[in-house]
Nanobody, 124 residues
Framework: QVQLVESGGGLVQAGGSLRLSCAVS????????MGWFRQAPGKEREFVAA????????SYANSVKGRFAISRDNAKNTVYLQMNSLEPEDTAVYYC?????????????????WGQGTQVTVSS
């Protein structure tokens, strides 16, 4: 069984930064590609960023490209999302997700395991 626990969310002013972490328990973390998604009130869950199992390949939604950075530490079974230049439009619950490595995935339906989410609120 794979469990994912996000942390690092909170309230920040526009222009500020936050770093989200997702700790993954269970076997074979390094065999999973990882993704970050977010869901704002009244909206569908959307792709934010993904990273392959080695950390050598990443992908971002256009809305966060250049501001957010995804990374992972396979020794610590953890994936991170560094968020800079935050905007009120980034306010959402942020989720990490895992899928057995098969090429970077962007669809929520592709991911098998999900965390409970962490709230990020950006004030103007």
């Amino acid at each position: 069984q794979v469990q994912l626990v996000e942390s690092g969310g909170g309230l920040v002013q526009a222009g500020g930064s936050l770093r989200l972490s997702c700790a993954v328990s269970g076997r074979s973390f390094s065999s999973y590609d990882m993704g970050w998604f977010r869901q704002a009130p009244g909206k569908e869950r959307e792709f934010v960023a993904a990273i392959n199992r080695s950390g050598g390949s990443t992908s971002y939604a256009n809305s966060v490209k250049g501001r957010f950075a995804i990374s992972r530490d396979n020794a610590k079974n953890t994936v991170y999302l560094q968020m800079n230049s935050l905007e009120p439009e980034d306010t959402a619950v942020y989720y990490c997700a895992a899928v057995s490595s098969s090429g970077l995935q962007y669809r929520t339906s592709a991911y098998r395991y999900w965390g409970q989410g962490t709230q990020v609120t950006v004030s103007s």
